[in-house]
């Protein structure tokens, strides 16, 4: 199924230092006659439309989080504090978690992506990193591949 909703990271102008702005924005079906935009695709019975709606409850869910992520790691970045993101690349997050100075620490970031993102970044990890030394090593070993989280 086609993803409907998007959190959309409004662009700051160079030299602004207001916190980033999130908002929802909708991708839908094309427009009908009528010039209805559909959420869904075109469902035949309860069931299909009642996983439709599911699956777009989920997303906005999804979102929600992501958009929670995204604020609290600008305010944690206003502070000085190591923050990543899912605009970050998974590189760029690596370099802030291989700096974490606990598990902890490396936990809260880390689980705190996208679902997506954390498996871009367990992927990045896992084969191209040396995960017998260092903090890949700590990665490699609290990494729980079937929920994509660090324990």
């Known amino acids: 199924m086609q993803e409907v909703f998007y959190l959309d990271l409004v662009q700051q102008e160079e030299g602004e230092s207001a916190p980033p702005r999130v908002r929802l924005v909708v991708r839908g079906y094309p427009s ?45 970045q206003v502070k000085g504090e190591a923050a990543v993101t899912d605009f970050h690349s998974p590189e760029e997050i690596w370099q802030v978690l291989e ?38 090593s700590i990665f490699s070993q609290n990494y729980n591949e079937e929920e994509y989280l660090l324990e």
């Open 32 to 76: 009908d006659s009528r010039g209805y935009v559909s959420l869904t695709p075109d469902c035949e019975t309860m069931e299909g439309f009642e996983k439709a709606v599911v699956n777009l409850k989920k997303n906005m869910d999804s979102i929600l989080e992501r958009a929670k992520t995204t604020l609290h790691q600008y305010q944690a």
């Open 99 to 136: 700096e974490c100075s606990s598990i902890g620490e490396m936990r809260v970031m880390f689980n705190g992506l996208s679902l997506r993102k954390r498996q871009e970044v367990a992927d990045f990890v896992l084969t191209q990193l040396n995960i017998f030394k260092g903090a890949a």
